[in-house]
């Protein structure tokens, strides 16, 4: 069967920045705005998240002509949970310190809408190459959006970035950065910027 | 092949979906069967990780495992070697999931002198402030294990039986109160008893 639709290089570009699933689709906020006051946390957060995402539109797409349509969104959470259960036990049993800090987020990645809506839009349409390609795609635009906050606000809220001090000791940490609000704040300024962006950009084309 | 009315038997519907239970229930188990050791490992380390926090003046190598009542405990020594308290697991049901506790107990087990939430999936934001408040944990430091604890919605004073309910997380604070009074009631005698019997 030939398939319709992006191929697996516009795929995979496409998840990076176009369509970015943090910063363009606003999806996945549960995570982005709750693990992103600190660098590893956030990058354990979309480790765990690729990890699911690229299991799970594998598996999908290779079952995608079995799947029956009235089904497939059970099918899917199936899958999802059973990888991010894995995640879980895994990050258990090999970082429990982290794995105490994202507590119940990481559980959470079952109902990330990220994974089911690239089960749904790519791997139940298209072949494992480009359900692949996809993945990992927007797994590096999920990680670059988690990052891009995190960053902003570990060096502002703590002065630290991956736990290493680069602002001097006489910063004073904003503590709005590690709070929630800081996640609201840093979120909106960064979709700002890129709104302000892609919109001059697009007045010149 | 119309999509809205239904066609076909059970199996041929439910295949793919009874396959993958089993084929995924399978691959946990595979997982669960692997990894558990270790994540039982880590829960203990960081047990004895906390001794010192929950038992004042204890040691955290000094502290050997002991079965009391039919429940693994850990007994903590200061470093002279006189036991000055017990640490012991208790788990129950919290508002989402199991919620796993360390209830730091004196010598006689007459009362609490700290708790520890070791694991817990309660509501990010809300329930789960009783591992992010270190207040919440303060309230249960001192309190006499006599007569259950219990939840008010009021300002408490320490060691008045009386614990501070989080504010939009009553059922996890009632949670975890239920938890430590039901370990507490169901061993505080025999913990007394082999504290005694080892000082002999």
């Known amino acids: ?67 029956k349509p009235h089904l497939r969104i059970l099918v899917f959470t199936l899958t999802i949970a059973t990888f991010v259960t894995i995640a879980d036990r895994f990050l258990q049993a090999f970082m429990p310190e ?52 995190s960053v902003i ?3 502002l809220g703590s002065g630290t970035l991956l736990g290493l001090r680069v602002l001097p000791q006489a910063w004073p940490n904003w503590g709005i950065q590690v709070l929630p609000p800081g996640a609201f704040l840093t979120l909106g300024l960064i979709l700002g ?4 962006y892609s919109g001059r950009r697009a007045a010149r084309a | 092949m119309t ?11 439910s295949w793919l979906v009874v396959l993958l239970s089993l084929a995924f229930g399978a ?33 955290r190598e000094a502290s050997r495992e002991r079965v009391v009542g039919g429940a693994t405990v850990l007994a903590a020594f200061d470093a002279s070697g006189q036991q000055v308290g017990w640490v012991v697991p208790a788990a129950g049901q919290g508002f989402a999931d199991r919620i796993e506790l360390l209830i730091g107990l004196d010598a006689t087990a007459s009362t609490i002198t700290g708790i520890y939430v070791l694991d817990q999936k309660e509501t990010p934001g809300l329930g789960d402030f009783i591992t992010v408040r270190e207040r919440f944990r303060k309230y249960f430091e001192g309190q006499p294990t006599g007569a259950p604890l219990k939840v ?24 975890v109160t239920g938890i430590v009074n039901q370990r507490v ?8 008893a082999a504290a005694a019997g080892s000082e002999s």
């Open chain 1, 1 to 67: 069967m030939t398939s319709q639709g992006p191929t697996a290089a516009e795929r995979f570009l496409n998840g990076i920045i176009p369509e970015n699933p943090t910063l363009r689709q606003l999806l996945g906020m549960c995570p982005t705005l709750a693990v992103t006051n600190g660098v590893k946390p956030a990058l354990t957060m979309a480790g765990a998240t690729a990890f699911v995402l690229i299991c799970a539109n594998v598996i999908t797409s290779l079952m995608r002509k079995a799947i």
């Open chain 1, 98 to 149: 982290m794995s105490k800090v994202l507590g119940p987020y990481v559980p959470l990645i079952i109902v990330n809408c990220i994974i089911i809506c690239r089960c749904e839009v790519c791997a139940a349409k298209q072949s494992v190459g480009i359900a692949a390609a996809d993945a990992v795609g927007v797994s590096l635009g999920f990680t670059l959006g988690l990052g891009a906050i």
């Open chain 1, 153 to 155: 606000r570990e060096i």
């Open chain 1, 193 to 196: 910027f890129v709104n302000w």
């Open chain 2, 3 to 13: 999509e809205a009315t239904p066609h076909g038997g059970f199996w041929s519907q």
């Open chain 2, 27 to 59: 691959a946990l188990a595979a997982v669960e069967i692997t990894l558990a050791p270790r994540i039982r490992e880590n829960k203990r380390n960081a047990t004895v990780s906390q001794i010192p926090e929950l038992v004042p003046g204890a040691v």
């Open chain 2, 152 to 175: 008010v919605k009021r300002e408490v004073t320490a060691g008045s039986g009386e614990i501070r309910a989080l504010t939009g997380a009553t059922i996890s604070s009632e949670a």
């Open chain 2, 185 to 192: 009631h169901e061993l505080a005698s025999a913990l007394a």
